[in-house]
């Protein structure tokens, strides 16, 4: 331990003392304080600290103050002022504390030692008694109880809450291909009035915080809109106006800020792009950036302001399976916490007090997290298909979203190129969401991935029947599935890490580490050998795993993918998903973008490249032939939001992913 300054600083157990107060510190915190003390006296540059905290990650700035900010905060300490922590523009930090080594009894609460001490023997016997018996030690699950907030036959999506009103905002359909209106219910009097009627999708309801008005969007196949309009319960919509276009193209409505006076919004993703926060000031019409993450990942994705307009909360995804929680304060503009998550959450929402955030994620789990204390604590309800929380409805309760788990089906379709048009569908339904299907070509065994409750399953369709060769925990993100021709091993993306899976041992191992990002991967013709996409300084470079040889081998910069045709040209996807034709004697031909660069999203079937893509609700599937250029599509499905695909050998049909209305209703969850 270490006296430094007037506290104790015990690295072992991450604890600051002072005046017989335990403070307990975050594991960054601790190690960049283990690194300054290390060297007190002494410049610590801002590489150092980076490489010491972060490895090798490209980190931004905001990320970077945030943690030496926090520090500070420990230390009550400050920047101006400062008594431990000195900063040297442009050069780094030097502890300027007094630092001695100290066993730190005199310091420490003689009670906290002594009952310390009996608790950690108490718990090591529990703990090695219990091992040997084979059990492990897990945490009560908290009783969770569900009420009703709405019951229509269909699904209930997107929602919203308005306290002043007490009134529910949503978007419904009844079927699979209907349109998505715009609904509100009344909690006090259990009304509901539909607010929309024509053939549009209508999503992302919100009113302000007094209710008066209301911002939503309208999407068709030609555009997406975002609007704002008057509200009332009893009239519905009236004074309807459009935002620019430069506004709401490209960009998905977050919410109003908590005086009403403007709307955030966020950069829709699109591939190899990074998404960013925006705010709309409504008087002045301006639309202003609030934050752009400037690193790998996908960027930041959700935002909301707290009730009294102090904080902005924003998710933020800085790598394949890296995210952080952010908190700014809007008056000064500093970012006051940053948290590195998990898991991956998809919604937040601020508790009435604006003290707690509550995160929650598509697969049912929860966390919570105390800005006073700087602390997250993961919520164990245990309950299935939960997700959206949209509201803190009071200390331990929930606005939230339940679906029956069944949303996503394979099908057999026909080829809609064909000819002549096949009519039959052959639907394969199983429970769980099934994606990524590919078809054995020695056996026709379709292999795919299923998410169950609490588990993501790589599975193999034989027969009747469905056998799991894998199991990894149910937020696993996975990009990408494909089958060798000799069917000897599967390989895919998930999380950013390619894996390979032998099929006959069922042996699983992954072929990158978590520091690698990976966005792409194809077997070759032979099958012994895999092409896939390592993502370096934000560009892709193509490599070569050989099989039987256990080598990696560095191919070509700037490509995520590379094949050669039956007619011996070469197809290569480039660093903007751009696909070009190569041929000898001949200068490259650009044959189209790819909307996605996943192998599971196109492939190459006599001489015509296949991918699928989206306009606004409708999936369509495109082919372009390789030679002459000459371009087609067919629609495939409405309403379809997931486009992994794979045609049969002949090209007659082709093996998709069906969406499927899955019933859901809001509630309220209370545990």
């Known amino acids: 331990m270490f006296k430094v300054g007037d506290f104790v600083f015990n690295y072992s157990r991450a604890e600051l003392i002072k005046d017989r107060e335990v403070v307990k510190i975050e594991p960054q915190i601790n190690e960049l304080l283990k690194l300054l003390v290390d060297n007190a006296g002494e410049l610590v540059s801002k590489d150092r600290i980076v490489k010491a905290l972060w490895s090798d990650r490209v980190i931004t700035d905001d990320a970077f103050r945030a943690v030496i900010k926090k520090l500070r905060k420990y230390l009550q300490d400050s920047a101006r002022d400062s008594r431990y922590v000195r900063t040297l523009p442009l050069k780094g930090y ?9 066993n730190g009894t005199a310091d420490k609460p003689t009670s906290v030692v002594r009952t310390t001490s009996r608790w950690l023997i108490a718990c090591s016997l529990l703990f090695c008694a219990i091992a040997l018996l084979g059990y492990v030690v897990l945490p009560q699950p908290a ?12 699904s209930e999506v997107s929602p919203s809450y308005n306290a002043e009103k007490n009134l529910l905002i949503f978007s419904h359909r009844a079927n699979k291909d209907d ?3 715009l609904y509100a219910r009344a909690l006090d009097s259990g009304r509901i009035t539909r607010l929309t009627f024509d053939e549009a999708n209508y999503a992302n309801g919100h009113l302000s915080a007094n209710g008066d008005k209301i911002a939503y969007t309208r999407s068709t196949p030609a555009q997406t ?8 319960a009893q009239h519905g919509l009236s004074s309807i106006y459009a935002l620019p276009d430069e506004v709401s193209e490209q960009r998905y409505l977050q919410a109003w800020s908590s005086d009403g006076s403007g709307l955030y919004l966020s950069d829709l993703k699109q591939p190899g792009a990074v998404q960013g926060i925006w705010y709309y000031q409504l008087a002045s019409q301006e639309l202003s950036s609030v934050t752009s993450s400037g690193g790998f990942g996908s960027g930041d994705y959700f935002a909301r302001e707290s009730h009294d307009g102090q904080f902005l909360a924003i998710l933020r995804n800085t790598g394949a399976n890296d995210n952080e929680l952010l908190v700014q304060h809007l008056p000064s503009g500093e970012l006051v916490h940053v948290h590195k998550l998990a898991h991956s959450y998809q919604h937040l929402v601020w508790d009435n007090a604006d003290r707690l955030l509550t995160l929650a994620s598509f697969y049912a789990e929860f966390a919570q997290y105390d800005l006073a204390r700087g602390q997250l604590k993961v919520l164990p309800l245990n309950i299935e298909n939960i997700n959206h929380a949209f509201y803190s409805c009071g200390e331990r309760c929930l606005f939230a979203r339940q679906h029956s788990g069944n949303y996503l089906d394979l099908v057999i379709q026909p080829n809609p190129f064909s000819a002549p048009v096949l009519s ?4 394969l339904q199983f429970s769980g969401a099934e994606d990524f299907p590919v078809t054995g070509q020695q056996s026709g065994h379709i292999y795919l991935v299923n998410k169950q409750h609490k588990e993501s399953q790589i ?11 894998k199991v990894l925990p149910v937020d696993s993100e996975f990009t990408a599935l494909q089958v060798n021709p000799s069917e000897t091993h599967l390989a895919g993306i998930v999380n950013g890490r390619l894996f390979l899976l032998a099929l006959a041992s069922e042996q699983f191992q992954f072929l ?7 966005a792409s991967v194809q077997w070759t013709v032979s099958g012994e050998q895999l092409h896939y996409a390592r993502i370096e300084h934000g560009k892709p470079v193509l490599y070569r795993y050989e099989l039987e040889a256990d080598v990696k081998v560095r191919v070509e910069p700037n490509v995520y993918a590379k094949l050669i045709t039956p007619n011996n040209e070469a197809l290569v996807v480039d660093s903007d998903a751009n696909v070009w034709r190569y041929e000898a004697n001949s200068a490259p031909v650009l044959l189209t973008r790819l909307p996605d660069v996943s192998a599971n999203r196109w492939q190459v079937q006599q001489n015509w490249l296949y991918y699928t893509g989206h306009e606004e609700n409708l999936a369509y599937l495109y082919r372009i032939h390789i030679t002459t ?11 379809r939001f997931r486009l992994n695909f794979d045609l049969s050998a002949d090209g007659t049909t082709m093996l998709a992913v069906r969406s499927v209305l899955a019933q859901s209703d809001l509630v309220k969850l209370q545990y």
């Open 424 to 427: 039959q569908y052959d639907y």
């Open 179 to 181: 349109y998505l209106q």
């Open 459 to 469: 599975a193999v369709i034989q027969g009747n029947g469905i056998k799991v060769l």
């Open 629 to 639: 250029g000459a371009t087609e599509k067919q629609l495939i499905a409405k309403n």
């Open 512 to 518: 990158t580490t978590e520091l690698e990002q990976v």
């Open 94 to 102: 030097i502890l300027i504390a007094d630092v001695a080594v100290t």
């Open 143 to 154: 009783r969770v109880t569900l009420t009703s907030l709405t019951a229509m036959e269909g």
């Open 225 to 232: 809109t975002t609007f704002i309009a008057d509200f009332s």
